[in-house]
C-alpha cells in the first residue's frame, strides 16, 4: 500500500510535483526554525556556564582542606561603552585555585586578556585604556573562560596587600555553577528568561509555518477527495486511504527535514554572530543533542502527516461525503471568548503584578497565548462579521458574490491569511512594548550629557573622602575635556545626596539651574539623577538646598564630573580618575549604565523585527498557495459562470474581495488586540502608557500588506487560464 501511495502521489503531473516541493519547502523552513531554538537555548546555557568562574566572589568554601586561599576581586570597566571584566587576584600559597583558560596565577606586574581585549589595547592610546592595567601581558585567556568571542576580560595579578586594601575577598575554589542555579551570583545572564524568549520567538516563527504546510496540504484537496472517494467506492478501507493521504506528506515531510538540517549548518556560522543575549556565541556552542535531532526528525514528519490526515478526513467517514457537499454551520460569537478572557487576564493583573519572576511569567504570557489562540478562533467568525456587511452593502455582483461565498464558509477565507494575522499580532506586541520601555528607561543620545559626562563617587561606605588636592590636576589639561566639576556631601535631609552652588551650575551650564533665588542646589552625585537623558541645555531645575554657598566647600567631596567633547578625551580622563582612585566602582557615564540595561531591549526590538520579516514571507507564500489552490478547487463553477455570461474582470474582483475582506478585517482587530495587550502589560508590570510606535512599523504594516495584496493580485490571472470552456464539462 505505501509503495501504491508513493506512485500515486509522483504520478499525479505537475499539480503533483508542486504540491511536493511546497510541502517540502515549508517542512524544511519548520526544521530550520525549530532546530535553530534548539541549538540557541544550548548556546545560552553553553554560554552561561563559561560565566560562572567570574562569580568566584560567592564561591562556597572548598572541601579540599588543603587548597589555599587566595584574594579576589572582580568589577566592571567600560571602553566606549564596552562592558570589560576586570579580575584581579594574588595567591596566598602555592596551591591556590585558578581560573578555568590560564595556565597559573599572574603575579604582582603580570596579567592575561582575552583575544578581543589584548587587539584593543595593541590598537588603542595607552593614555586611553593600557595605563588602566599596571604590569605586562603574559599571555592569552583561554576560549573555556571566555562567554563569546567578543568578551573583554583581563585577570591581573597583585599583591595581597594591595588587594586587601582595595577590598577583596579570599576564596579556595573557583565558583563551577552556572549562575543560572546559583543562588548570589551576579555576573551572566537570565538563561531561562532567554531560553523563554527564544521559545516564544520560535513559536511566533513556527505558527506561520504550521499554518503554510497546512495550506500546503489541502492544495487540489477538492481534486484528491474525490480520487480518494472513487477509491472507497470500489472497495479501500477507511484505513488504507488514511495510508495513501498519509504517505504523501510523510514523504515530503522527511525530505523537508533533510533540507532543513543542511539549512540550520550551512546558515549556524552566521547565526552564532547574532547577540541574542548580548554578545555573540561560538558556532560550536550551536550544538544539538541526540533528543534535538530525533524530536524534530519524528515531530515534523508526524505533525506533517496529521495535518494531512485532518485535511481529508472527510473521504475517511464516507464517500458520499465528498458529493454531498453542504453549506457548514456558520461560527458563533463564543470564539471570542478565549479573546476576551485573554484580554482580561492581562487587565486583571494592572495593580496585581506576581511578586516572582515564574509568575509573572505564568501570568502575562498564559495571557498572551490566550489572545493568540482566540485570535485564530475568533478570526472566521470576524471573517464572517465583515462578509455580511460586505454583502449587505453590495452594489455590484461581484461584492454580493464574495460576500455571499464568504458567509457560506468563512473558516476557509481566513484560513488563507491566518498566518499574516498572526505575524501581525506578534509584531504590534514586541513593537509597542519595546517602544515604550526604551523611550522611558533607553539609552540617552551619545550627544546628552548623560553621555558625556564622567562621574566618580566617593561613598562614604568605601572610606574616608579625597581631599581636593588628591583630585588629579591632570583633567584640566586634557584636550577634549570640558570642565572638571567637584560635588560635595549635602548632609540635609531632602533625598539629595550631592551640594553645588548655583554660581557654578550657572557656569557649566549644561547640568541644570537653580531655583530662582537659591544660592546651593540639592543635586545627584552624577549631576544627571533620574531626569530625562536626552537635555542638552539649562532647562531642568534643581531643587533648592536651603544652606548658604559658603557652606559647600566645607562638607566632604562627594565625586567628580568631568564633562567632554571627545570620546578620546572621556576615556583618558576615565583612565586617570582610575588610577588616581582604584578603589570600589570604576568611572562612568549615566549613559553607559543605561546602555547596559536598555541593550537587552533592543536585542529584543531585533528580535521582533526578525519574527516580522521571516513571518511576512512565509504567510504570504502560505496566502499565494491557498488563493492559488482555492481557484484551482473552484475552477469548474467559475467557468460556469463564465459560460453564462459573466465577465472575467468580475470574477477577478470576487477572488480579491475573498480574500482582501478577511484580510483587512481580522489584521485590524489583530493589531488593535496587539496594542492593547502591550499596554496592559506595561500598565501592569510598569506603570508605563503606552506609546505611539515608530513610523517604521507602519510602514513594516503597510508593506505586508501591500505585498499580500500584490500576492493576490499576481494569482488572479490564473482565472483566465483555467476557466475556459474545456473546464465546465462534465467529469
Request: glycine fraction near 10%; charged fraction near 15%.
Amino acid at each position: 500500500m505505501i509503495r501504491f501511495a508513493l506512485r500515486l502521489s509522483l504520478a499525479g503531473g505537475r499539480e503533483a510535483a508542486v504540491r511536493l516541493v511546497i510541502i517540502t519547502t515549508a517542512v524544511a523552513l519548520g526544521v530550520g526554525m525549530l532546530l535553530t531554538t534548539l541549538a540557541g537555548m544550548n548556546a545560552v546555557g553553553a554560554q552561561n556556564q563559561r560565566y560562572a568562574w567570574l562569580n568566584t566572589a560567592v564561591a562556597p568554601l572548598s572541601p579540599d582542606t588543603s587548597a589555599d586561599p587566595m584574594w579576589w576581586l572582580i568589577r566592571e570597566d567600560f571602553y566606549h561603552g564596552r562592558s570589560i571584566g576586570r579580575v584581579e587576584v594574588a595567591a596566598l600559597g602555592p596551591d591556590a585555585p585558578v581560573p578555568p583558560g590560564i595556565p597559573r596565577l599572574p603575579g604582582p606586574g603580570e596579567f592575561y586578556v582575552s583575544p578581543a581585549l589584548g587587539e584593543l589595547l595593541r590598537t588603542t592610546p595607552a593614555a586611553e585604556l593600557g595605563d588602566r592595567f599596571p604590569g605586562d601581558e603574559i599571555g592569552i585567556i583561554g576560549r573555556t573562560a571566555l562567554p563569546s568571542p567578543e568578551s573583554l576580560l583581563i585577570v591581573i595579578g597583585r599583591s595581597p596587600a594591595e588587594l586587601e586594601q582595595l577590598g577583596a575577598r579570599q576564596v579556595t575554589q573557583i565558583m563551577d555553577t552556572s549562575p543560572s542555579g546559583c543562588n548570589g551570583c551576579y555576573v551572566g545572564i537570565n538563561g531561562d528568561g532567554m531560553a523563554l524568549v527564544l521559545s516564544v520567538v520560535a513559536a511566533a516563527l513556527l505558527f506561520p509555518v504550521l499554518i503554510f504546510i497546512g495550506t500546503a496540504t489541502r492544495l487540489a484537496a477538492t481534486r484528491r477527495e474525490q480520487r480518494f472517494a472513487a477509491m472507497r467506492l470500489i472497495g479501500a478501507t477507511p484505513r488504507q486511504i488514511a495510508v495513501i493521504s498519509a504517505v504523501e506528506s510523510a514523504a515530503a515531510a522527511m525530505v523537508g527535514t533533510v533540507v532543513g538540517l543542511g539549512l540550520f549548518f550551512a546558515f549556524r556560522p552566521g547565526l552564532a554572530t547574532i547577540p541574542f543575549t548580548g554578545e555573540p556565541f561560538f558556532a560550536a556552542d550551536l550544538s544539538l543533542t541526540v533528543v534535538d535531532v530525533l524530536l524534530v526528525a519524528l515531530g515534523i514528519p508526524l505533525g506533517a502527516v496529521v495535518a494531512s490526515w485532518l485535511a481529508l478526513r472527510r473521504v475517511q467517514i464516507s464517500p458520499l461525503g465528498v458529493s454531498r457537499r453542504v453549506t457548514p454551520k456558520p461560527p458563533r460569537a463564543w470564539r471570542l471568548i478565549p479573546l476576551v478572557a485573554g484580554l482580561a487576564e492581562l487587565g486583571y493583573f494592572i495593580g496585581r503584578r506576581p511578586d516572582t519572576t515564574n509568575g509573572q511569567l505564568a501570568a502575562y504570557l498564559s495571557g498572551f497565548l490566550l489572545i493568540l489562540i482566540g485570535l485564530v478562533l475568533a478570526g472566521p467568525w470576524l471573517t464572517m462579521a465583515g462578509a455580511r456587511v460586505l454583502a449587505g452593502r453590495a452594489s455590484r455582483p461581484a461584492a454580493l458574490i464574495a460576500g455571499r461565498r464568504l458567509s457560506d464558509n468563512p473558516r476557509a477565507g481566513f484560513r488563507s491569511v491566518s498566518g499574516l494575522i498572526v505575524a501581525l499580532f506578534v509584531t504590534s506586541v514586541a513593537t509597542g512594548t519595546i517602544t515604550t520601555f526604551v523611550a522611558n528607561r533607553g539609552e540617552p543620545r551619545t550627544d546628552s550629557v548623560a553621555a558625556t559626562s564622567l562621574s566618580k563617587i566617593f561613598w562614604p561606605e568605601d572610606g574616608p573622602a579625597p581631599t581636593a588636592d588628591q583630585i588629579p590636576t591632570g583633567l584640566e589639561t586634557i584636550p577634549g575635556v570640558r570642565s572638571v566639576t567637584v560635588v560635595h556631601h549635602n548632609p540635609g535631609p531632602d533625598g539629595w545626596h550631592g551640594l553645588i552652588t548655583c554660581a557654578e551650575l550657572d557656569r557649566l551650564a549644561v547640568f541644570g539651574s537653580c531655583r530662582a533665588g537659591a544660592e546651593v542646589a540639592a543635586v545627584a552625585g552624577d549631576l544627571i539623577g533620574m531626569r530625562a537623558f536626552d537635555l542638552t541645555s539649562d532647562t531642568y531645575v534643581w531643587e533648592d538646598a536651603g544652606i548658604a554657598a559658603s557652606e559647600v566647600d566645607r562638607q566632604p567631596i562627594l565625586s567628580v564630573v568631568v564633562d567632554t567633547t571627545s570620546r578620546s578625551a572621556f576615556e583618558q580622563a576615565r583612565t586617570m580618575l582610575i588610577n588616581a582612585f582604584p578603589q570600589e566602582r570604576f568611572p562612568a557615564s549615566v549613559g553607559e549604565w543605561e546602555a547596559a540595561s536598555a541593550q537587552q531591549m533592543i536585542q529584543f526590538q531585533q528580535l521582533a523585527n526578525v519574527v516580522m520579516l521571516a513571518s511576512l514571507p512565509i504567510a504570504g507564500c502560505s496566502l499565494a498557495v491557498s488563493v492559488a489552490g482555492g481557484l484551482n478547487d473552484r475552477k469548474r463553477p467559475f467557468s460556469m459562470l463564465r459560460l453564462t455570461g459573466m465577465q472575467l474582470r468580475t470574477l477577478r474582483r470576487v477572488v480579491a474581495l475573498e480574500t482582501v475582506v478577511p484580510l483587512l478585517a481580522v489584521a485590524a482587530v489583530a493589531i488593535g488586540a496587539g496594542f492593547l495587550a502591550a499596554h496592559l502589560f506595561l500598565r501592569s508590570q510598569l506603570d508605563y502608557p503606552l506609546l505611539p510606535p515608530q513610523l517604521s512599523f507602519y510602514l513594516m504594516v503597510a508593506g505586508g500588506l501591500a505585498v499580500s495584496l500584490g500576492i493576490i493580485a499576481s494569482t488572479l490571472p490564473l482565472l483566465g487560464r483555467i476557466t475556459g470552456p474545456e473546464t465546465a464539462r462534465n467529469d
